[in-house]
């Protein structure tokens, strides 16, 4: 009985291949000739393939844009003093990283900016999950850090500099205070999202507060701070940047300052297509890491 249920339940349709076989396979009478085949759409290839597309299209219109790029600054089209050159660009690169300076500076500005961002996540979240622990502590807090929120951080990028001196700690705390308002802000969205009757059925069934906060609202909140990520890390490398133009001794954001002193605008588009590619990067590892937590905890 059960069989002749899906049976009737699950149709599959078949194509016979006569309209494709030619006519003189059909004279053979061939095996491929009499048999139909059935249509099954993969959608994990379909979307693989369609990855695969999207990634050479990118790849493609990248190469485009600098190839355009070159051709119009050797025909004058762009002024080369100004815009600089792939070519430039490219020998001026490989003459930083000859003299070893650009990976020190890269090094210095990835490290500033990822522990910046991993503690200002850390701390803002476990900040607005708190607020999980007392609904009055939340409310008064909740108007403090909106206007935090608000406030130019960077403008306390000078202030940061004069407390903690023109070394490493200063850029990784401008970064720390880029991202630490926003992470607290989403993860009170996610604590403020949880089911009411969810806790009650925890407590009904004798579960204590902490296992009520382990096991229904750090789960239920991680949506909302994982989707600050990539936020926070854009915010975290634009914080060690401003960190670095107004004092330091290393980093990418220095060498673009000091490129500016010196009108060396060649060496000016190698500090901006480092930290692009930069920040490009950290914007994949973080796409991994949201990949990572996103399985751990059983978010879509």
Known sequence: MGETVRKSTFVIHSLSTDAVVPAAEKKLKTPFATKSAPLIYDEEAAERKKARRIGWG????????????????????LDSYYWSSPSAIWQTTWLQVAEGGLLGDIAYTSGSTVLGFVFGTLCGALLGLSFWWSRSYAGISEPYLIILNAMPKLALAPVLVILLGIGFFSKVALAFSMTV???ALSAYSG???VDPDMEKLMYSLGAKRWQVFTKVVIPWSMPWIISSLRINIALALAGAIVGEFIASSQGVGRMIMYAGTILDINLVWVGVVVLSVLSMAMYWGVVLLERGLSKGFGVK
């Not at 493609?60 to 089209?77: D, H, K, M, Q, S």
């Open 58 to 77: 990118r790849v493609a219109v990248g190469v485009l844009l600098f190839i355009i790029w070159e051709v119009f600054t050797r025909i004058g089209w």
């Open 181 to 183: 308002v926003v992470s």
């Open 191 to 193: 604590v403020k999202s």
